[in-house]
């Protein structure tokens, strides 16, 4: 039965599927075998559905391999294996290529290999086209291919970033931790190319493996795949026996998760070269306000960050499950941190804490535009103001969209380092380009049908709370993708500002961006010294779900 519920047939080593599925084999002593078949004249990635299904028919092949008069029990005893779980019937697809079972190893010109190797050892091939590339060739001439590899394939029917974002930085952690080269794959990705955000990753000593032998499931093979599609099978309940400590409290389940999703963040988190020279020397700015005792060991002030998403996210406490977290509330946390900090620092007398008062500051980030003008946070400054997502209020006022060349928009490997620009930028595209209705607002934050509907003239841009699916067409409209790009930079912006410039953050871990924060901001400083607060309901943190 595949994820969808359709029947599926156990096909022997006599004929290979023409769609990618678990095959049942027999080695040359007639034993039962098995392996995963994908055929070289599908495009990479593969939809969604069919790395899903692969992991959903697996298990019953698996079984089947072993002779029909095991295979229920054999079935039950893989689906409750351990993570690291070696099954001695799976024959790795390269082995099978080997041996003939698949027959498809498909030769490559010399002068194509030499210029993927030098691509690769650039750090060109690690992203994107590059990495399809490499997957298009089954050998190469003079190339190493990598003896063990994770791709992360970003591509998911989630409208928000920070999913996608914790789903990569757990991906390269658990790579390093199972000694595979890591690479990205961005081609189908609803925000555009990776490298429209962040700084080429490092690129491994080894070239990507043919596409036929990346697989999806199970674990033991040599080249497996991570995406969304395959998060239940990836992160499910076998992952988390092996790496959560079940005999721990709290938090501290999951510290072993956490050290992996952030050496991800201390390798991947570098934002292209203007975003990330921008945030460099605000985080001076911010900084140089805060003076130091004559040792310059204590700083007379402190940086407290606070992140707020609303839109199509609510939060877990039942009170306000159906609306939202009150702004006072985090008002109030981040007051009640400052006066606590000061108590614990400095002596109690009313003149210093109002120095102290004085060189402090309230960072504020958030999804909803008009959360910024809210009286009970007018005391927070905004984390960034690169790039601001506008609100329908704020265009009726006259604020225009400035030409999509001054946004910068273009993807690193292709654009010229700009200096640090202090701009305020509406999330709209330019006018000389295809327009998106400029009277769309982010008014109530971040809405997935409003994000899906960019580009289109549908009723989702009149009503972001409908839900919507992603449309195909429209991701590749350059209108839409200029201001997707933009949401995206301004949320990383955000988050860099929040997570590295911040002494605490005060936030409702509802949110997947407080969560990353955490993250950000390490295990000492989030936990040990309880300076990530948690607004909503007390849930803790986690990583994937």
């Not at 003079?142 to 991906?171: P, Q, R, Y």
């Not at 658990?174 to 990705?189: N, P, Y």
């Not at 555009?192 to 080429?200: A, I, K, Q, V």
């Not at 952030?262 to 985080?283: C, H, I, M, S, V």
Request: charged share 25%; glycine share 6%; with cysteine.
């Amino acid at each position: 039965m595949t994820s969808d519920g359709q029947e599926y047939e156990i096909i022997g080593d006599s004929l290979l599927p023409q769609e990618p599925s678990p095959v049942a084999i027999t080695d040359e002593n007639g034993k039962g075998k098995w392996t995963i078949s994908i055929p070289p004249t599908l495009d990479f990635p593969l939809r969604p559905q069919d790395y899903a299904d692969i992991c959903t028919k697996w298990p019953e092949v698996a079984g089947h391999a072993a002779g029909s008069k095991h295979s229920s029990e054999r079935r039950l005893q893989i689906l409750r294996s351990e993570y690291d779980h070696i099954d001695p019937l799976y024959v790795d697809a390269l082995e099978a290529e080997r041996r003939g079972i698949l027959p498809w190893m498909n030769g490559v010109r010399s002068s194509q290999a030499q210029r993927l190797a030098r691509a690769a050892d650039k750090g060109q091939a690690s992203t994107g086209e590059g990495v399809k590339d490499l997957r298009k060739m089954g050998k190469w001439n003079g190339a190493t291919v990598c003896e063990k590899s994770l791709t992360f394939v970003l591509e998911t029917d989630d409208a928000g970033m920070g999913n996608a974002l914790m789903a990569l930085w757990l991906s390269y952690g658990l790579a390093q931790a199972e000694g595979r080269a890591f690479f990205i794959d961005d081609t189908r990705w609803p925000y555009g190319r990776y490298t429209t955000y962040f700084s080429p990753p490092p690129a491994p000593s080894c070239i990507a493996p043919p596409r036929t032998q990346i697989v999806p499931c199970p674990h033991q093979a040599r080249h497996i795949l991570v995406s969304a599609a395959t998060a239940s099978w990836t992160w499910g309940e076998a992952f988390r026996r092996r790496y959560e400590d079940g005999d721990a409290k709290d938090n501290l389940r999951h510290k072993t998760i956490f050290s992996m999703v952030r050496q991800g963040y201390e390798t991947l988190f570098q934002l292209r070269t203007d975003d990330q020279a921008y945030a460099e020397q605000r985080k001076a700015t911010l900084a140089g306000s805060q003076p130091r005792d004559e040792n310059k060991k204590v700083k007379d002030g402190m940086v407290i960050g606070t992140h707020i998403r609303r839109g199509d996210r609510h939060p877990f406490a039942s009170t306000y499950q159906a609306s939202y977290i009150p702004l006072d509330r985090y008002a109030t946390t981040a007051a009640e941190l400052l006066n606590s900090t000061f108590e614990n620092t400095k002596p109690s007398r009313s003149d210093h804490f109002r120095s102290f008062e004085q060189h402090s500051t309230l960072l504020l980030a958030s999804d909803d535009p008009e959360v910024y003008t809210a009286p009970e946070l007018s005391n927070m400054k905004r984390a960034q103001d690169r790039i601001q997502l506008a609100s329908k209020a704020t265009l009726s006022k006259g604020v225009r969209p400035r030409p999509a060349a001054d946004l910068d928009s273009k993807p690193q490997s292709d654009q010229k380092p700009s200096p640090p620009s202090d701009d305020k930028l509406p999330a709209s595209p330019a006018p000389s380009k295809p327009v998106i209705d400029t009277a769309i607002g982010w008014e109530g934050g971040f809405y997935a049908g409003l994000f899906w509907s960019l580009g289109s003239s549908g009723s989702t841009a009149e009503d972001p709370t409908r839900s919507a699916s992603q449309p195909e067409a429209d991701a590749e409209q350059p209108a839409a993708l200029d201001v997707r790009q933009l949401v995206g930079r301004a949320y990383l912006l955000d988050l860099k500002m929040l997570g590295e410039a911040s002494d605490a953050v005060v936030c409702a871990a509802s949110a997947v961006a407080c969560r990353l924060l955490a993250v950000m901001m390490g295990w000492d400083a989030a936990f040990e010294r309880h300076a990530w607060l948690d607004v909503d309901a007390g849930a803790g943190w986690w990583a994937v779900s």
